[in-house]
């Protein structure tokens, strides 16, 4: 008894879908569950134990070596054989597989050609929603309990990661580490700056937002990133007024991270602010309070309607959110991307002023 899911989306998909691969878990308990994803997506196995193993495959590829792929998903027999993707490719990819059922959105005849069950796409919804639809042809009442409430995904962190962040905090910060926490993460991923998706926010902002919370010293700001943000974070640091870093200003960003421990520090804070980005989804998964800047994506597509997460993006421009269904790269003019310090200061107060656990 088993079933396969294909994911080509990035960390941020990964994470969005696992509600839905626990809503079939616990409807199928008994069925071992595998996944096959892009190659920089495989870590999500480090924030849940729902998969029996995760398979990498390039969907991403100019060429994509269809054998491989064939190879891949015939390694076993699946009854289940899910697909993620809304394209016609994703369509086409199920004729690979021997699964009894093949479930996968609707595309036009491919759907009644390639799958034997096909489920309307409504992107109108949180995205971790929009997944669990795939669902409905064989979990009863389903459709009901995703109209009803968002699905939040839920990430599992191991001691090992929950105690490497407890020794790396307490030196660092010695005497601040039981005053509120604000962990920045400014950076976005390569891949959509690549590919003209601009979703960061300016760096003189971020510098000015940084420069207003050391003002109180109730709070402690730590800057955290990978390798994809130093560009980022070296620009933000160009901009800071300052020359000696002020004693509740801490920067992480040059620590090496995996995924697991980037959600153990994640899991220290009392606030997370970021951009919309897949450090936003992590701290959605551990339930953390959030403020996130947001362009010209929909924050009521990739994040659930909860007090403890806070969107913030420019109101009255009739133009946004235009990515993903009116445009699928960035304008030439994106005054989306023009939030004001102010505002995000303002939600990041309402966020350590309520009484809301983080």
């Given at each position: ?37 892009e ?53 086409l ?6 699964a ?33 639809t ?41 005497d ?63 901009k ?6 002020p ?6 960003s ?48 990739l ?24 445009r ?31």
């Amino acid at each position: 008894m088993r079933a396969l899911f294909i994911n080509s989306g990035g960390i941020g998909d990964q994470i969005l879908f696992l509600p839905t691969v626990k809503i079939f878990k616990e409807n199928f308990s008994g069925y071992e569950i595998d996944l096959i994803c892009e190659p920089r997506s495989v870590v999500v196995g480090e924030l849940t134990n729902l998969y029996r193993k995760i398979k990498a495959y390039d969907f991403k590829e100019a060429n994509l070596d269809i054998f491989k792929l064939r190879e891949l998903i015939r390694a076993r027999s699946y009854k289940y054989l899910f697909l993620t993707g809304s394209s016609y490719k994703a369509n086409l990819i199920s004729l690979l597989s021997n699964a009894e059922f093949k479930i996968g959105f609707h595309k036009g005849i491919f759907s009644k050609l390639c799958l034997t069950n096909s489920v309307k796409l409504n992107k109108n919804q949180y995205a971790a929603n929009m997944f669990a639809t795939l669902l409905t042809p064989i979990v009863s009442n389903l459709e009901k309990r995703i109209n009803a409430q968002p699905l939040l995904p839920e990430i599992k962190l191991t001691p090992a990661s929950i105690e490497w962040a407890k020794e790396t905090l307490s030196p660092r910060i010695k005497d601040r580490y039981f005053a509120k926490k604000i962990f920045i993460h400014p950076g976005v991923s390569k891949l959509s700056i690549k590919k003209n998706i601009l979703k960061g926010w300016n760096a003189k902002h971020w510098a000015k937002l940084i420069e207003k919370l050391l003002e109180n010293q109730d709070n402690t700001v730590i800057l955290i990133g990978g390798k994809d943000d130093s560009e980022t974070i070296a620009e933000i640091y160009k901009k800071l007024s300052f020359f000696t870093k002020p004693n509740n200003f801490f920067d992480f960003s040059s620590l090496e991270l995996s995924l697991d421990r980037l959600c153990a520090l994640i899991n220290s804070s009392d606030l997370l602010v970021c951009v919309d980005s897949a450090p936003m989804h992590l701290a959605v998964g551990l339930g953390k309070k959030l403020v996130a800047f947001f362009g010209p994506t929909d924050p009521k597509k990739l994040l659930p309607a909860d007090p403890r997460f806070i969107p913030v993006h420019v109101d009255n421009l009739e133009c946004r959110p235009c990515l993903f269904d009116k445009r699928k790269e960035s304008c030439a003019t994106p005054e989306c991307l023009e939030v004001s310090p102010e505002l995000m200061l303002n939600a990041i107060q309402k966020q350590l002023e309520s009484g809301l656990s983080g």
